[in-house]
């Protein structure tokens, strides 16, 4: 029987099976952080419940974290209170820990992939909604609630109803300018943010395989924000050459045996999904949102729907934007680069390549917030930090920053924020924010011009 790669990855897991019920999942990999994982330890105190499989759990500090002297002592209460939480309770059940100031510190789904961590066939979860990021690597990864953080701890498993199959195809060929972020952003404002609820999605297509790992993980990354439970992308060459080499890739003989593996686990060419999507690369232009949910999407010289819903009038009341009109030259205060969507080296390379010999708009608050540590040293040994600086950008340490302002990096309320991040919610970047989600290159360009410029029209790369 065909099967596709999220089949091969699901059945290869499967303890047991209830009858007309759910699955028993083993999972081969565990993310932790210090937000989600302290009730889940609470809990298995409190039941006297040993953790089953501390060696195939991994912890970072990244959320609420500063991002400004994080050498110094933390003088947030909540965020000391829980980053001294987790050193406590992986000390305790030998858990490994990337705590601030570690060189493997950065936001969990950037930090995984980078140190070989994720690897294709795997099964991984986290406390958070976006690990669906390594989904990229040909993974089914995903968010889980607290309660299952405690199921993991406890049996390395969770009990799951199957999710049907979406594929989302894009063939063609992107015009300059357009980033693996505007194709996600495209995909979900044609299809809406309920489109993938109950299936996990499948990116196919040449577009998607000329993307690099850095682009692959931006697309499954916001896989949730189209409601599917995760999103996969067939592992291939590109994957493997990412992760040779990496910290705790298989090595040797051992990767080769691996990549053999990997190479089994592509879609069968005759597989069915449940759901199939369709579209042309040159329809994909560099996006923006207007509203309130990521499906709010237009092409950055479109201009906004004459009218909606009572969601999509209450979204332009918030944001303080008319129908039918454009976004190009909206001032901006404030620009946000990084997040687990696009905190990458790629996306500060693309950064700093249009930034490199302009200045940054005097007005303009320009947060470059860094993935992980390993990021920070990459931009130091390409002397991209000597780019920023010299066209006065200021790079902040690894953390989640302005992504959800859990820490202190908040956007004021009423100002609007391009932002490279995931989510565009009221108040997800400070209460009364107005975020707009773009590209790393709109984001770039809109530093410099201190406005929502058409870089369909100064860009070519």
Same mark, same amino acid.
Do not use: F, K, P, W
């Given at each position: 029987m065909s099967k596709t790669l999220f089949d091969k990855v699901w059945d290869a897991h499967v303890v047991d099976t209830i009858p007309d019920g759910p699955q028993i999942l083993y999972i081969d990999k565990h993310l932790i952080h210090e937000v989600t994982s302290p009730q889940a330890f609470n809990e298995l105190e409190a039941?006297? *419940?040993p953790i089953a499989r501390p060696d195939q759990i991994v912890a970072t500090a990244d959320h609420n974290t500063p991002?400004?002297?994080?050498?110094l002592p933390i003088k947030d209460p909540l965020s000391r209170n829980q980053l001294e939480q987790l050193t406590k309770n992986c000390e305790k059940h030998g858990i490994t820990l990337y705590a601030l100031g570690h060189e493997y510190n950065g936001i969990v789904h950037v930090m995984a992939p980078e140190l070989g961590i994720t690897q294709p066939g795997m099964t991984m979860v986290c406390g958070d909604s976006h690990t669906s990021t390594h989904g990229a690597f040909g993974t089914i990864a995903f968010g889980i609630g607290t309660s299952q953080v405690a199921q993991v701890f406890a049996s390395q498993s969770l009990l799951l109803k199957k999710p049907k199959s979406l594929r989302v195809n894009v063939n063609g060929t992107l015009a300059a300018g357009v980033l693996p972020k505007d194709v996600i952003l495209y995909i979900i404002s044609q299809i809406g943010t309920n489109a993938g609820t109950g299936y996990f999605c499948e990116y196919a297509g040449n577009v998607f395989e000329e993307m690099s790992m850095e682009g692959r993980m931006t697309v499954c990354n916001m896989s949730i #924000?189209? /409601?599917?439970? /995760? /999103?996969m992308i067939a592992p291939d060459q590109t994957t493997f050459d990412y992760i040779e080499g990496k910290k705790f890739a298989p090595q040797g003989d051992a990767f080769a045996k691996a990549v053999s593996y990997w190479k089994t686990l592509p879609t069968d060419p005759d597989a069915v999904f449940d759901k199939e999507y369709h579209f042309d690369a040159?329809? *994909?232009g560099p996006m923006l949102t207007y509203g309130t949910n990521p499906g709010m999407g237009i092409k950055i010289n479109a201009h906004i729907p004459e009218t909606g819903d009572m969601t999509f009038e209450k979204a332009l009341e918030y944001m303080d934007f008319k129908g039918g009109t454009q976004l190009l030259d909206t001032p901006i205060n404030y620009v946000f680069i990084g997040s687990c969507t696009n905190s990458r080296i790629e996306d500060f390379r693309v950064a700093a390549h249009y930034i490199k010999g302009k200045q940054k708009a005097a007005h303009v608050n320009a947060w470059l917030v860094p993935g992980s540590q390993q990021v920070v040293k990459q931009l130091q #040994? #390409?002397?991209?930090?000597?780019v920023f600086e010299a066209a006065g950008f200021t790079l902040r340490e690894p953390g989640c920053s302005a992504c959800l302002a859990m820490n202190d990096d908040k956007i004021p309320s009423g100002e609007y924020c391009v932002s490279t991040s995931n989510r565009n919610f009221e108040g997800r970047q400070g209460q009364g924010a107005r975020t707009i989600l773009a590209s790393p290159l709109v984001a770039a360009a809109t530093a410099i011009e201190g406005k929502i410029i058409d870089i369909t029209k100064t860009v070519k790369i």
């Open positions: 039941r006297g *419940i991002t400004v002297n994080q050498h #924000e189209m /409601g599917a439970r /995760g /999103g040159a329809d *994909i #040994e #390409e002397g991209l930090t000597q």
